[in-house]
Nanobody
Framework: QVQLVESGGGLVQPGGSLRLSCAAS????????LGWFRQAPGKERDFVGT????????VYADSVKGRFTISRDNAKNTMYLQMNSLKPEDTAVYYC?????????????WGQGTQVTVSS
């Protein structure tokens, strides 16, 4: 079992920045990818990006490439999502998950989500 807890969401103005954290506990993460997904009201859950826990390699959705950065701190068992140049369309509940790939179905463990609202 892997337990994931997100934090850091909130209200930010367009063009602003926010950093989300995902604290992990439970079994070793070495074989997992940790991913960020987001879901806006009335829409499907979309892939944001992922990082390999062991090697640190990252992949991003085109919609966030160049604006969002995923990193992880192995010692703290924590993954981060640094979001810059935020747009109103980035408004969603953001989830972290442990699994593999860009499809939500490939992820076995999920956090509870944290709300990000981009509005003036």
């Amino acid at each position: 079992q892997v337990q994931l807890v997100e934090s850091g969401g909130g209200l930010v103005q367009p063009g602003g920045s926010l950093r989300l954290s995902c604290a992990a506990s439970g079994r070793t993460l070495d074989t997992y990818y940790l991913g960020w997904f987001r879901q806006a009201p009335g829409k499907e859950r979309d892939f944001v990006g992922t990082v390999t826990w062991s090697g640190g390699g990252t992949v991003y959705a085109d919609s966030v490439k160049g604006r969002f950065t995923i990193s992880r701190d192995n010692a703290k068992n924590t993954m981060y999502l640094q979001m810059n140049s935020l747009k109103p369309e980035d408004t969603a509940v953001y989830y972290c998950a442990a699994g593999a790939g860009s499809n939500p179905g490939g992820y076995d463990y999920w956090g509870q989500g944290t709300q990000v609202t981009v509005s003036s």
